[in-house]
Structures are given as C-alpha cells and as structure tokens.
C-alpha cells in the first residue's frame, strides 16, 4: 500500500488539521514508511485470536448515580479566556 | 555535585540534620546553574517552593511525621497540579493554568512533597527522545550533545542533574525506562492500572501510566507507595489492595529465575550495551539466581501493534484540542472546520501531527479491521508470549534500548529509525506489564546503558527488590554527572 498526496490530503482533513502543500509531501513520504511498517502485521495469522482492547480485562465500575464533584465554575472559568455573566464567550465562527 | 537520593533526605530531615528550606535552596540553587544549559524544567516557581518548605519546616517542628515532608519533587509537565501551567510540551497547552490536580499531584502534596518545578517532556508524551517539545530540546546531562531520552527526559534529566531527587514520569511505551537509562538512572513503569491516570494529559489511554524516577530502586519503591493507589474517578484503575513497595527490597536473590529473552540479544544490539547487560547477569548469578533462556517471538510485532494502537487512541484522546474549550486557537477566522484545522495545525508540532493522521487512517472506514483490530490481535499475540514466559521465570532482563543515547538532531530525518529504538519497551505496555530500568554502566563514549528488569502483573515489589539487593554491591546508580 502506498498513500498519494490526495491521500495524505484526505488524511489530514480527517484529523482536522490544515496542512501546506510542503508538509503534505513530507508527511506522504513518512507516513508511507510507517505504514510499511505497519504492514509486517498482514503476514502473521491472526484467526481465532480475541482482540485485546486493554491491558487489563477489568469490568468497567458502576457508581450510585449522584454528584459527587463539587461546583468550581469559578475556578474553571478562571482560566477561559473571555468569560461575561459566567458563561464562556466564544469568537463567532457561524454567519 | 553531591547526589543526594530520596532516602538521605527523608533521614536528614527526621534526623534533624538538614530542613526543607535548606533542601529547597540547594535545588533552587543546582536548577539556577544548570537548567540554562539543559532546558530539562519548563517552570520553576522559587517563590512558591521556598514558601512551602518553610511551612513544611514549621509542620515538622510542630509534630507532622510525614516521611516525605518537605521533601523536594519535580513533576513531569503532563500532571495537571492546581495552580501550575500544565502544557505537556505543547504550544496547544501553553496557557493552560490547571485548575484542579491529578490524583498524582494530590497523593504527592498529599506525603508532604515541596514542588520546585516541572519537567520538559515531549509534545503530547510522543516521542523517544525529548527533541519534540514546543520549549525546545531537552540536553542529557551525561553529553550535552545528546538527547535524554523521551518522553519523560526533562525529569529524567532533573534527577541526573541534582535538581531534585526524584521526579515524576510516565510511561506509553517505554518513556519512563528508555530516558532513565539514557541518564543513568533508575525508574519503573507499573502495572498499568494501579497508579491514577486522573488528571495526567491522555495520549493513548490502555498504554499510559505514570511512575516514579529517581537514583536508586529503594528511592522508586518510597516513591510508588506515595504515587500508587486506587482511584474511582479513573474508569481504568485497578481496585488493587494497598501495598508497601519497599517490602521485598533485602530478600534474598538465591533461587531467583532469570529469563533472558534471546530475542532481546539478537542483531540490532549494540555490543557495549550487550556487554553491559551480560556483565549486570553475572552479578546476578554471583548473588544466587539462576538463568534460564526464553522466547519472546512476536517481539518484533510490537513496534507495528504499538504504532497502530497508540496513534488510534491519540487521534481519539487528542480530538478535544480543537479551539473551541480551552488551549489554543488560531487568530485567523474562517468557517468552523477552518478554524479547527488552522488552530490544530499551528498548535500541534510535527510529530504529534502524524501520530494523529496515522491514527485518523487506520481507525476510518475500511480500514479499521486490517489495522486496529489486526494490532488488538497481535497485541494480545505479545501478551501471550510474557505470559508462557513467566510460566519458566520470575523476571525478564533484557536491555532497554538498541543503542545509548543519540545526538540532538542526528535522528531528525527519519522517525521511523527513533520508533525502531522502542524494540525492547513496547511490549511491556501493550501487555499492561510493570518493567523498571536499572542503571549498569557506561559505553565508551561515556554514555549510561540501562537494564531492563520486566515482571509479572503487580510483581513490583519483587522487582524494585531485585533492582535494590544489584545496587547494594554496584555503585552505577552512585555515579553524577560532570555539568
């Protein structure tokens, strides 16, 4: 398998991060190694074999459905950088 | 430079012999020197140290017996601690102020520690060599010229420098052994599940897990019993009993089974890290174990497994960095997808970059079953392996990494020849094992090595145990850089 530019274009739009025709034949060329990499997995036999999702096969915890956090708007909020009436301002990004 | 370790400070201060304050200045006064040069913390705050130490002088004097009270720490900058900028090397991070503390943080302020600073790291905890953080590369104290391993090297760098006696780190696929061995010095990556990954920045969830760095295993086990402990705000921590680490450090060796992996000693090995190694094994059989050779076949696999799994769970984890909660945002307006992508691309550095793109791809449609799913296979291959393992040994040695530390800049070019040096440690987490690296000596060019000591699922104690009764008859973890 080898990744084109439009590939790596797709790629990129995937992961929401805006990418310079530059970084796009830089990441083409290393992203093919890696997946080449990658590609010593196809030739081992795998059936039957469960997927190990964790390093610990643990049940996930139940917790009697109450707050337990305290309230720290303010604390939170502390640190945003606009804030008016205690909510969050934002830059408009929708017309 | 007179190294001090965890043990001699906490008995200096119950002993009276030394306060919190005078220890604290002396760390002030080692990171004022040196961390110029270094780059190995990103924050000091002298004010704020001093401040504690004197309280924690005047608790002391009041009664307070907590044994690491006043006792200096520096923490890995991927711990969220109230009030202290948390950026996990990251330009996306820079301006964020934490506003609550890690389960880490609070069990450490919780033993009395002294923060004086916080630890350079690669960006994101991605990296195996500290050369990917937005505040710069960090500079082995052993040669300035060469890396310190990443991506706990800032804090592996601290602990070799004399700015602390120890410090905290973590571990995704070998971040706190790799860096300790390049600095010579001691560190261990528990069992994943039993020190709190609440409030540690997430890079890959099922591979992260913090722990201790210091010089010696002895000043590892003081430190693990103060980080370790169930958490129920951490969906993954293990309801494991309490234990004291520190429990197995003088039993006796005699009877011990080592398993070498000859997968581990195959070509690829430098040979003044093979010699160091073997050298570390005979000390071993003198002090009464026995040696057994094993196989580890699907080591090889692990690089290809981890590269899938752990880029997967970034591209997840790392998703919340968009602009829009906290961290940075871009300036440049646009749509709401433009402004996504600008703030994630000027925010993220190179490496974190591709580990997300990598991880986009393999978990979107169509090829989610031949690589994630694959990887979760050959995963559970590897995890297999340790276990047919210690059905023939106690322990695993090996070597930590392929080579010594490599020069700033040399490996720029090629990330995949900087991923094919975590050979050794991938395995360790992908199979949710604790692994501990121990300092054995020095290549030609001056240079620590590491040994690898992997146990069992909770056999922490009987390595750090392991680990302590080596450094009472060799003096590697003993030896101080000339800054």
Redesign the interface.
Known sequence: MSLSQDDVRRIARLARIAVSDDEVVASQSQLNQLFALIEEMRAVDTDGIEPMAHAQDVMLRLREDAATAPNRRESFQAVAPSVENGLYLVPKVIE | MVMQTLKQQIDALAAGQTTSVALVTECLAQIAAHNGQLNALVAVDAEKALAAAAAADAARAAGDTRAMLGVPLIHKDIFCHEGWKTSCGSKMLD???A??SSQVAENCDAAGFVVVGRANMDEFAMGSSNENSFYGPVKNPWDKKAVPGGSSGGSAASVAAGFAAVATGTDTGGSIRQPAAFCGITGIKPT??IVSRFGMVAYAS??DQGGPMAHTAEDCALMLNVMAGFD?RD??S??HAKEDYTRDLNAPLSGLKIGLPREYFAEGLNAEIAGAINAAVEQYKALGATIVEISLP?T??A???Y??IAPAEA?SNL?RF?G?R?GH?TAK??????????T??EG?GTEV??R???????L?HGYYD??Y?????????I?NDFQAAFAQCDVIMGPVTPTTAWNIGEKNAD??AV?LEDIYTLGV????LPGMSVPVGFASNGHPIGLQIIGNYFAEAKMLGIAHQYQQVTDWHTKAPQL
Do not use: C, H, W
């Open positions: 301006n964020f102020i506003p609550y994943y599940g099922s591979l129920e969906s993954t293990l309801e699907n090889k696999l690089i290809p497994s590269y899938v591209s998703s968009d829009v906290y945002r307006t646009g749509n709401l997808d433009d402004m996504y992508e600008q994630r691309a993220f970059k591709r997300i793109m990598t991880g986009a791809y393999v979107s031949a690589y799913i694959k990887a979760q296979k050959i995963r559970r291959l995890a990330p995949i991923y987490n992908l199979a949710g």
